[in-house]
């Protein structure tokens, strides 16, 4: 794929992200809910919905066909036949949207023969926007809360972002995870991390942030030991790579692959590579 062809689908999938977020951060602030479930006409089915509309409506005029959280019983006989694709979850965080925590996420990613390769994660309640390509690098803007963010084009967005990963020193090591998702081998993991490395915090995050967290070089591992699909990972991952960072399967050496026939993640690690 040429340079300027990845550039422009970048600002495609960037375009989308923001204009979704914004939709999306309407229906969280204009609404007082409580949701169990997805269920019709909640404001979270509406959110999604809206998203994955206005996503769909920037996506199909690529070359390229779309898999989404909201459109993901395509038969993977016919899925199988995809060279490239669009991964897509317009809206990740759920726990975070029904809690009114803010950090929940947009998420478009670029998959080629089972790697992602450009990835857009938009926060828009937070207004943090990440992006990567494996040609042009990992980025974070950060626009002002309470400001929609605009979209500028690809090379203004690139001027006003910071390159990722951003070094940061610290006295121990910053382990991202879920609260809910602290189970035995999570725990396990962190001990054997400590006996190599000294000392490490757990820090909290929702949605796709926390591999996001890892890419910006704010945190030193994610592990991720429990259930997540593709669309929830892909973006992330492609911002990741782009950082420089691997996001592997459990042994923390096979990479994580999308497109298989079932769509449920493996378990996974992103780290730093002085781990």
């Not at 910053?174 to 757990?202: Q, W």
Request: aromatic content about 10%; glycine content about 6%; hydrophobic content about 35%.
């Amino acid at each position: 794929m040429e340079n300027q062809e990845l550039k422009q689908l970048l600002s495609t999938a960037t375009r989308a992200a923001i204009e979704a977020g914004k939709v999306v951060n309407e229906v969280y602030q204009e609404k007082d809910f409580e949701v169990e479930s997805k269920a019709d006409e909640t404001p979270l089915t509406l959110a999604d919905r809206k998203s994955h509309d206005i996503i769909m409506q920037h996506l199909k005029k690529t070359d390229y066909p779309v898999l989404s959280e909201e459109g993901k019983d395509i038969p993977y006989e016919e899925r199988n036949q995809w060279d490239h694709f669009w991964l897509v979850d317009p809206l990740d965080g759920t726990k975070e949207f029904i809690k009114k925590n803010g950090e929940f996420t947009v998420n478009i990613a670029l998959v080629r023969q089972g790697k992602p390769i450009l990835g857009v994660v938009f926060a828009p309640y937070v207004n943090e926007l990440y992006f990567g390509t494996e040609k042009f690098g990992a980025y974070k803007v950060e626009g002002t809360q309470g400001e929609p963010m605009e979209f500028e084009g690809m090379e203004e967005l690139m001027k006003k972002g910071q390159i990722l990963p951003v070094s940061e020193k610290r006295d121990k090591l910053v382990v991202v995870a879920s609260r809910s998702h602290l189970n035995e081998e999570t725990r396990a993991y962190v001990e054997e991390l400590k006996k190599k490395h000294g000392d490490a915090e757990f820090v909290s995050k929702g949605s796709s942030l926390k591999i996001c967290m890892v890419a910006e070089g704010k945190a030193d591992a994610y592990p991720r030991f429990g259930p997540t699909m593709e669309w929830d990972t892909a973006a992330g991952h492609a911002v990741a790579l782009a950082a420089g960072f691997p996001v592997t399967q459990q042994d923390g050496e096979t990479p994580l692959l999308y497109n298989k026939k079932e769509l449920l993640n493996p378990y996974f690690i992103v780290k730093s590579k002085n781990l």
